[in-house]
């Protein structure tokens, strides 16, 4: 365990260095990053700090990095996670590994950047459960390291420390948690024949033909994202809302112009958490549409889909063969496959070698 700590320290101390440096992993393309939060090594030290600090909650037991372990691929393992005093949310935390490609964050896409999203866990009262964010201005103004570092980061005096440059500097940590040159990268980018296992290679041709993965999973001539950034209907949970659908959006569509907390009501109520990005354009076509996550990493980072509610990537493929769980707002796209079972484990071979060098080892748990 402490080798493999160290080697994962060793690892991301060296993604820092090449995010700043301008430089990305192979199948990367460049991190974006905006021009009003531009990256330097004090604030992205920071950053990281405010990320793992367990006081910025109400019992003084939840991190950023509760959910989102550095050590086990910026995931928790569980279904849904779990906040102060165990309360449970709605949806699984998916992980920080190249969030910064995303053009919306949640599953629904409900905030624009990472800066947006870094705000709402914290006042969410299943997650970090504060009331304000007053709290947390309040101990970086006050604790001497936070004061020297954001001196550093941004220029500022202790009581001129808000919560926006809080958010800032989490978001500038996170822009540099990016993984790539995995075997694939190595073979399709890197012209290594033999980084891909016979079995690899073949899922890999199964991704782009028969198994119609590169649809949504995009992977494009120079860089891979293993995502369309956009939102899909797979069928997921909408069991739980399809007998009273018709009430429950009228229902929030009420609630919504009476103010309701977007953030909030999503991981407290089930039913609004299985609307999807509708929760977000109010379009009945987006019902039970959730976004796309990347591919990178994905053999490290289960459970899987926005509830957690699907355990192993053999049991994703196979939902995937089935064409998904069929409803009104299923993706034109989802239809059954009719994969053999060798190409199911060929898919699986291939997923596997989406894992980047810094969390190969997990693959070993």
């Not at 590994?97 to 999203?117: H, K, M, V």
């Not at 209907?233 to 399809?242: A, D, H, P, W």
């Not at 907390?261 to 109520?269: C, H």
């Not at 354009?281 to 899987?304: E, M, Q």
Request: glycine share 8%; proline share 6%; aromatic share 10%.
């Amino acid at each position: 365990m402490v080798r493999w700590i160290c080697w994962v320290v060793f690892w991301f101390s060296l993604l820092v260095f090449t995010v700043q440096a301008g430089e990305v992993p192979l199948g990367l393309p460049p991190v974006p990053v905006p021009a009003d939060n531009p990256l330097n090594p004090a604030k992205v030290k920071l950053g990281k700090l405010l990320f793992e600090d367990t006081r910025f909650s109400a019992d003084g037991t939840v991190s950023c990095a509760t959910c989102h372990d550095p050590k086990t691929a910026f995931v928790d393992g569980l279904p849904v996670s779990e906040g102060i005093k165990g309360l449970k949310g709605t949806r699984n935390a998916p992980t920080v590994i190249n969030a910064a490609y995303y053009t919306s964050q949640f599953w629904d896409g409900r905030r624009a950047t990472l800066e947006e999203q870094a705000l709402d866990p914290f006042v969410n009262p299943v997650e970090h459960g504060l009331k304000t964010h007053d709290p947390i201005v309040k101990i970086c103004r006050q604790d001497p390291r936070y004061r020297k570092l954001f001196a550093q980061a941004f220029g500022i005096k202790p009581e001129e420390i808000t919560i926006e440059h809080v958010v800032k500097a989490i978001a500038a940590f996170e822009r540099t948690v990016i993984a790539g040159n995995s075997p694939f990268d190595r073979y399709f980018y890197g012209g290594e024949e033999d980084a891909l296992s016979p079995a690899a290679k073949r899922g890999l041709k199964l991704f782009r033909t028969k198994a119609r993965c590169q649809d949504c999973h995009r992977i494009d001539q120079k860089f891979a994202l293993f995502t369309d950034n956009k939102f899909h209907n797979l069928g997921v949970g909408m069991e739980k809302i399809t007998p009273r659908l018709r009430e429950i959006v009228n229902a929030y569509r009420k609630a919504k112009r009476q103010g309701l907390k977007l953030d909030e009501s999503v991981l407290t109520n089930q039913e609004l958490s299985e609307l999807g990005r509708f929760v977000v354009t109010l379009n009945l076509r987006d019902i039970g549409a959730f976004k796309t996550p990347s591919l990178r990493n994905v053999a490290v980072t289960g459970p899987y889909m926005h509830d957690g509610s699907i355990e192993t990537l053999e049991e994703v493929i196979e939902f995937y063969n089935q064409g998904g769980h069929k409803n009104p707002f299923l993706a034109s796209g989802i239809r059954p496959l009719g994969l053999t079972e060798q190409e199911k484990k060929d898919l699986v071979e291939f997923l596997k070698a989406l894992t980047s060098p810094e969390y190969q080892h997990l693959l070993e748990k």
